[in-house]
């Protein structure tokens, strides 16, 4: 198969970067949005790095459903906090701003879209107006 420089790295993103993203999108999309409660703040330790985050609850039907917000993203007590979960889980819940939907999967992509956007940037890894070659047996890549 011999893809364009350009066409292989949007077929390597779409391999390693896409899939979180539209993870993400369908879990939005699938989610609902309610209004919480910030309940209190609370604080932990991981090793001996400190962690503090806010403890929110909000109900489904008669249900009361805790969770525990973003890292350092506190909210004063009693102060009402967005909220989106999944219907068949609500305690799969998140606080309702980008920070609280996006920073996971940012923090799972980044290190990849650094490498490509390096090899992208890179003249000498692929130059430009080559093509790539990707067979079954070695070489697995080509630069023609």
Excluded: C
């Excluded at 350009?6 to 309610?34: C, D, G």
């Excluded at 490498?115 to 890894?125: E, F, K, R, S, T």
Aim: glycine residues 4%.
């Amino acid at each position: 198969m011999i893809f364009t420089r350009s066409l292989f790295f949007i077929f390597i993103f779409s391999i390693t970067v896409a899939p979180f993203i539209v993870y993400k999108l369908f879990w939005i999309l699938r989610s609902k949005q309610t209004a919480g409660i910030a309940s209190f703040t609370s604080k932990e330790y991981l090793g001996q790095l400190p962690r503090q985050f806010a403890v929110i609850k909000f109900y489904v039907n008669k249900d009361t459903i805790w969770f525990h917000g973003i890292d350092n993203q506190l909210f004063a007590k009693g102060q009402p906090v967005q909220v989106r979960y999944q219907r068949s889980n609500p305690s799969d819940a998140r606080v309702d701003n980008f920070k609280g939907l996006w920073i996971d999967t940012l923090i799972y992509i980044s290190p990849a879209l650094l490498v490509i956007i390096i090899a992208y940037l890179h003249p000498d890894l692929v130059p430009r107006g080559s093509k790539i070659r990707i067979n079954r047996k070695k070489p697995f890549l080509w630069i023609v």
